[in-house]
C-alpha cells in the first residue's frame, strides 16, 4: 500500500486537473493534517506542477506509448514518481518508484503496473542521459528546461528578449519567501521581527517596503507568534506596492472595489491609520467572510463589506480614491500556483478584458473631482492590462494617468515606466507580477450614484 502522503498527493493532483481548482482548494477539503504532513503533500504536488513540463518531455520519451493514450490516474502517478526521482534528492529512486507502483496497483491493472515499472525505472537509470531540445531552438528549449507551456515562452522571449525572458522563467518556478505585512496599527515592524526571531529560522526586513517581512522555514502561519494578535498578514510585496499607489491620508472615503480576501483593505486601512472609511465590495457572498475574519483578527474598525457586483452597483457618495484588484489569469502569481500555467491558454487572456473594462468604466463613476483611481491586475500579460487601460481612457477622457511615485514610498519610482504604468515582475523584484496603474479625475463625477 502506497503511504498516505502520496496517495493523498495523487487524489489532489487528479481533483486539480477535473476542477482546474487551486492546489490549496482541493487539499483544503480533505482532513485536517498535521503541519509535517501537510508540507510534505504541497511539496509533492506543487513541485510535480511546476516541472511537469520537463517530466512529461522525459516521460515521453521513454514510455512506449503517447502520454495522451495514459489514463489521467496513470499518467499522474507516473509524473508524482518522475517529480522525485528528478528532484527530491532525500527520497531513494528505488522508494519513489515502488510507491508509484503501488498508487498504479490501487488505481488501475498489473498492465498499469508494469507500465509504471518500467517506465521510471527507466528513468531512474537514464535520468543523465536523456537529451533536452538545443538551445538553437529558443521557445522550444526554454519551455523543457524550465517547464512552461510554449505559448507562454513564445509571449515573453518576442516581449523581453530570449536573455530575459528565461530570468523570468527560473524566477517564477522559484519557491517565493513567506512575506508578512506587519499590522502597524497594534505593533512596530521591529517588534514584530524579534518575536518571529524566536520561532522561525530565517527572517529579516524587507530592503525597502517598511513594514515588510520575509521568512523562510515558517510552516503554519497560524502558528507564528503574534498570529492570533493580529500583528500580521501574509501578502506578497508587489500586492503591498499596489495598495502604495492610491495613496491613502486619514479619513477619506475609500472603495475597494474587488476586495476579497482584504489584503489591501486592511492595507489601507493601516495606512490611514484605521481612520476614516473603506467600503470593501465583493460580488462573492463566501468570499465576504473572509473579508471579515480577517478585518476581525487585525482588529479593524474602518472597514464595511458590502455585497455587490462591480460591474453595475451604484453608490449614494463619491469617493476620495476606488482600487479595482481586477479578475485576470493570475498568470503573476505562478511561483505560487504553478498549476496556473497547466489551466490557462493564450485565448485566455482576453476572457475577462471586457469584465475589466465594464468594471472599470462603471466605477470610474464614483471616483469623485480630484480622486485617484487605481486600476490593477496580478497578470504579466498586455491584454489584461495596458489594453484595458488604454480603451477605458479613450471613452473617459476626464481620466489621465498620473505616473508620480506616492512620496510614501517614492522607491516605488522604479517599478513606474515611461507610460506612467507600474510593473512588477519575479526576477526583478523579487515579488509576484502586478501591473497597476494610478488615474486622476479632473472633470465632476458621473451622476452613477444610488
Known amino acids: 500500500m502506497a503511504d498516505r502522503a502520496r496517495a493523498l498527493a495523487l487524489e489532489v493532483l487528479l481533483e486539480v486537473a477535473a476542477k482546474a481548482c487551486f492546489v490549496e482548494s482541493a487539499l483544503a477539503r ?167 526571531r524566536s520561532a522561525v529560522e530565517g527572517v529579516r526586513a524587507h530592503p525597502w517596503i517598511p513594514e515588510a517581512l520575509l521568512l523562510r522555514g515558517a510552516g503554519r502561519v497560524r502558528d507564528l507568534p503574534g498570529y492570533a494578535e493580529g500583528w500580521h498578514y501574509v501578502q506578497d510585496p508587489g500586492a503591498m506596492l499596489v495598495s502604495y499607489l492610491l495613496d491613502v491620508k486619514p479619513g477619506e472615503r475609500v472603495l475597494d472595489a474587488c476586495a476579497a480576501p482584504g489584503g489591501k483593505s486592511t492595507h489601507l486601512a493601516q495606512q490611514m491609520g484605521d481612520q476614516g472609511k473603506i467600503i470593501a465590495l ?67 487572456l482576453l476572457r475577462h478584458q471586457e469584465r475589466q473594462l465594464a468594471i472599470m468604466e462603471n466605477m470610474s463613476r464614483v471616483v469623485k473631482e480630484g480622486g485617484v483611481l487605481v486600476y490593477a491586475t496580478c497578470s504579466t500579460e498586455p491584454e489584461e492590462n495596458e489594453a484595458v487601460v488604454d480603451r477605458f481612457l479613450q471613452g473617459t477622457p476626464d481620466f489621465s494617468v498620473e505616473g508620480e511615485a506616492p512620496r510614501r514610498l517614492p522607491e516605488i519610482r522604479d517599478l513606474i515606466d515611461a507610460r506612467g504604468f507600474f510593473h512588477a515582475y519575479p526576477h526583478r523584484h523579487d515579488s509576484d507580477g502586478f501591473f497597476a496603474v494610478r488615474l486622476i479625475r479632473r472633470g465632476e463625477a458621473s451622476p452613477k450614484m444610488a
Not at 288 to 306: P, V, Y
Not at 314 to 331: E, H, K, N, Y
Request: net charge neutral; aromatic share 6%; glycine share 6%.
Open 30 to 196: 480533505r482532513a485536517a493534517l498535521e503541519p509535517q504532513e501537510h508540507a510534505r503533500i504541497m511539496d509533492l504536488v506543487k513541485g510535480t506542477l511546476r516541472w511537469r513540463g520537463r517530466i512529461d518531455y522525459l516521460l515521453s520519451a521513454l514510455a512506449n506509448r503517447p502520454l495522451s493514450s495514459v489514463s489521467t490516474s496513470i499518467l499522474n502517478i507516473l509524473r508524482l514518481g518522475a517529480y522525485e526521482i528528478l528532484f527530491c534528492d532525500q527520497v531513494p529512486e528505488w522508494a519513489a518508484v515502488n510507491e508509484a507502483v503501488e498508487l498504479a496497483r490501487a488505481h488501475g491493472h498489473e498492465g498499469h503496473v508494469r507500465f509504471v515499472n518500467g517506465v521510471l525505472r527507466n528513468l531512474a537509470r537514464r535520468r543523465e542521459a536523456l537529451p533536452l531540445p538545443e538551445s538553437s531552438d529558443a521557445v522550444a528549449h526554454l519551455s523543457v528546461v524550465h517547464a512552461f507551456p510554449e505559448w507562454l515562452v513564445t509571449r515573453w522571449c518576442r516581449r523581453f528578449g530570449e536573455a530575459e525572458a528565461a530570468e523570468l522563467l527560473q524566477a517564477s518556478n522559484q519557491l517565493p519567501a513567506l512575506t508578512l505585512r506587519v499590522n502597524t496599527l497594534k505593533v512596530s515592524p521591529v517588534q514584530c521581527l524579534e518575536a518571529l
Open 282 to 348: 465583493e460580488a462573492d457572498a463566501s468570499r465576504i467572510e473572509r473579508i471579515q475574519e480577517n478585518t476581525l483578527r487585525l482588529g479593524i474598525h474602518s472597514i464595511r463589506t458590502q455585497q455587490g457586483d462591480a460591474t453595475d452597483v451604484a453608490f449614494g457618495q463619491p469617493f476620495d480614491r476606488v482600487l479595482i484588484d481586477a479578475p485576470c489569469s493570475g498568470l503573476g502569481t505562478l511561483r505560487r500556483h504553478p498549476e496556473a500555467k497547466w489551466q490557462k491558454k493564450e485565448d485566455d
